[in-house]
């Protein structure tokens, strides 16, 4: 067995040709992925008592404010389904876009010390804490299982695309947080250019409103924001199609989110063999 | 290639070391424009971040180093500070990538770089060894076999579930060690773990790597600690300035070597701070060397019965009471044989130290020493805050080569001792004291 063994472990390091047992090797080390993504909840849930209640309040009372603003004083349109309803099921893809989004810009900073020590391919850590978010994205998909009880609304097959949604949504994070967390590395000001980005974000994307009350001619523009699509699938598949969602706004958010992945690895694995040296 | 555990070809790392020049950046506007630009040159994925606002400096930490470790050789590194120990070892472990070069592994390897990598303080002592053990490459079920006994080699059985921050440090690093020295790979990467602790853990430490070796696993460690070296290792490599100045199984001779500092023959009695090496506003030492009764500089061989001084010339920008400027005195073999500091006497007897160029000396005493080559070495700290310049990590030596002039007997034969002081014996009457 012990022959089996080396025989598997030859390998040469060589300048500039690091990539040779890249994804082998980010299949070797599953388990240390899955430990880290272990770690951070673990230690997410453990530092606070309100830990969980945390990814409860945060997309509660933000949803709160937005049916008050949007629903009630603003009065926009809500495709005929209660608002709390309409808010909630865009802000869960949001909530678990920003904290995933943050989580991995910062992972890379917030774990130097084992960048510096030992050697795993570092496309782990960011997924790892994509995955925390994820956890809290379970725990807020609760909130709205309750708030479907209250308004006795009842989802149909639809629901059941949601896990496609929401793999886009991961892979949005993942590609826009791989490029923010290089760069991080080197330059630490980006940290300040993640909560910019997904407060502005939240604006932007339709969270509190709905698609349907932007322009026409500025629909395509406003497609280019992955979320968006995310976040109409979202409520297309809560509400049993009811809210608008067309297939032009789906192939355009796909092929962002594999640019955004193509240019963040690309990036990520461009920059990662010197993280060692810069951190 | 069969039992070639691992092969390094040409090896070499590069880093570039940025100076940004400061006046460049005069205005608020300026500022913000040259943050600009860089954010905009570090937002394109595509660009080499050309910034003209730098001058780079290229600093060759490995340069063409070549050697074949077999399988099952125990190999020390030793090295001065900056010698590139560290880098070769970050390279070997896939740390950092080699800038040129080849580097074949064949086996398993696990690199030790730090004992209680990735221990996270808010988890328990048991989720601590499944998260540290899994960062340094055991596999789950690895960990579960070994659990009981790593538990037991560290003596934490009754704290398992306690929050590692609310350890002793002792238990802390007991704990972080155990998981390490559990690792079975086939070839082992060691970076200086053995400085942590008290002297009773670090006995410890060297016994189970002694037991470890014992197994046959190839083992490459990095210390400054010689006996350490000499005990666990059967080939040892030099390095300085990146490169390797001798590598052979005769330990003790390189040990010899790294200790004179490696010049054959030559032993400087002077040092000086070329290009300001050296900078700290509390000390700057300027240089270091040994004098006579005159202040004339003095070089070897030197004889025993001859008064001589230790010089240091150093500046002082910031005057701090806890100054505190030592010299160590060490055998050939790298054996600290002792520690003298200016403070030693009582407070009013210190040479007093203000702002400005300082020198002070101090008497090395004749006929204390043996005939044998010593290194001295100049330390420096502030007094319970903190090194400036610390033991074993700064490269500030003279050499003081004592040759004759041991004793005036004509009895007198060569000591076998460290020290061979002529003491004074005398006569006393025998009757009265009866």
Request: include cysteine; proline fraction near 4%.
């Amino acid at each position: 067995m012990q022959t089996v063994k080396e025989e598997s472990f030859q390998f040469t390091i060589e300048a500039g040709r690091a990539e040779h047992h890249y994804w082998m090797d980010l299949w070797r080390y599953r388990e240390l992925f899955y430990i880290l993504a272990w770690r951070d909840i673990a230690v997410r849930y453990k530092q606070t008592i309100i830990g969980v209640l945390w990814a409860v309040l945060r997309p509660l009372l933000t949803m709160m404010i937005f049916v008050v603003v949007f629903g009630k004083i603003a009065k926009l349109p809500s495709e005929g389904v209660p608002y709390p309803i309409f808010v909630f099921a865009a802000m869960l893809p949001w909530t678990f876009f920003a904290t995933a989004f943050s989580d991995a810009s910062n992972s890379l900073i917030g774990n130097a010390n084992l960048i510096s020590k030992v050697y795993f391919p570092r496309l782990i850590i960011p997924a790892a804490s994509v995955i925390v978010a994820g956890v809290d994205f379970l725990i807020s998909f609760l909130i709205l299982i309750v708030l479907m009880i209250w308004y006795q609304y009842i989802p149909d097959w639809h629901i059941l695309t949601l896990p496609f949604f929401l793999l886009l949504a991961f892979f949005t994070a993942l590609g826009a947080g791989l490029y923010i967390a290089a760069l991080n590395v080197k330059y630490r000001d980006f940290r300040f250019v993640v909560p910019f980005i997904s407060q502005l974000g939240l604006y932007i994307s339709p969270v509190g409103f709905s698609t349907t009350i932007v322009p026409e001619k500025f629909q395509l523009l406003y497609y280019l924001n992955p979320m968006v699509a995310v976040i109409d699938g979202f409520r297309w598949a809560i509400s049993g199609g009811r809210t608008a969602f067309n297939m032009t706004e789906l192939t355009v958010s796909i092929v962002m989110v594999i640019f955004l992945c193509l240019i963040g690895i690309y990036h990520f694995r461009k920059t990662e063999k010197s993280f060692a040296d810069v951190i | 290639m069969r039992n070639i555990a691992i092969k390094v070809e040409s090896l070499g790392k590069k880093y570039t070391i940025k100076h940004e020049k400061q006046e460049s950046y005069k205005t608020f506007q300026d500022v913000l424009i040259g943050s600009g630009k860089k954010i905009i040159t570090s937002l394109n994925p595509f660009s080499g971040h050309k910034e003209q606002d730098e001058t780079t400096e290229e600093f060759w930490a490995l340069k063409d180093v070549n050697f074949e470790i077999n399988k099952g050789d125990k190999v020390g590194i030793i090295g001065r500070n900056g010698a590139g120990k560290s880098t070769l070892l970050k390279v070997l472990s896939r740390i950092t990538e080699p800038t040129t070069g080849k580097i074949h592994i064949n086996g398993r390897i696990a690199s030790l770089l730090e004992v209680g990598t990735g221990f996270h303080p808010e988890l328990t002592g048991r989720e601590n060894i499944y998260l540290n053990g899994a960062i340094l490459g055991m596999s789950r079920a690895e960990i579960k076999a070994k659990f009981d006994e790593i538990v037991a080699f560290a003596e934490v059985e009754k704290f398992l579930d306690t929050p590692v921050k609310r350890y002793s440090s002792g238990m802390y690093v007991r704990l972080a060690f155990s998981v390490a020295a559990h690792l079975e790979p086939e070839i082992l990467v060691v970076d200086e773990v053995l400085a942590v602790g008290d002297v009773e853990f670090q006995k410890k430490c060297l016994g189970k790597m002694g037991e470890v070796s014992k197994e046959g696993r190839t083992i490459l460690f990095v210390s400054h600690n010689m006996n350490a070296i000499e005990q666990l290792c059967n080939k040892s490599i030099l390095l300085d300035k990146g490169q390797i100045t001798s590598s052979s199984s005769d330990i003790r001779s390189i040990v010899k070597k790294y200790s004179i500092g490696g010049e054959n023959g030559h032993l400087p009695t002077i040092w000086k701070n070329i290009d300001n090496q050296y900078s700290n506003p509390y000390f700057t030492p300027k240089q270091f060397w040994i004098s006579d009764d005159n202040n004339d500089f003095l070089n070897n061989p030197l004889p025993n019965d001859k008064k001589k001084y230790i010089n240091i010339l150093f500046n002082v920008k910031e005057l701090d009471k806890n100054l505190e400027v030592g010299v160590r005195l060490y055998s050939e073999e790298g054996e600290l044989l002792l520690v003298t500091h200016q403070t030693d006497e009582k407070e009013a007897n210190w040479p007093t130290i203000n702002i400005g160029e300082n020198l002070i000396r101090m008497e090395v005493p004749p006929r204390i020493l043996n005939e044998y080559i010593y290194r001295i070495e100049l330390v420096c700290s502030l007094y319970r805050k903190g090194w400036i310049i610390e033991p074993g990590k700064n490269d500030i030596n003279i050499f003081l080569n004592i040759k004759g002039g041991a004793s005036d007997s004509p009895y007198w034969v060569k000591r076998s001792s460290v020290f061979s002081p002529v003491i004074k014996w005398s006569q006393v009457e025998a009757e009265g004291k009866r």
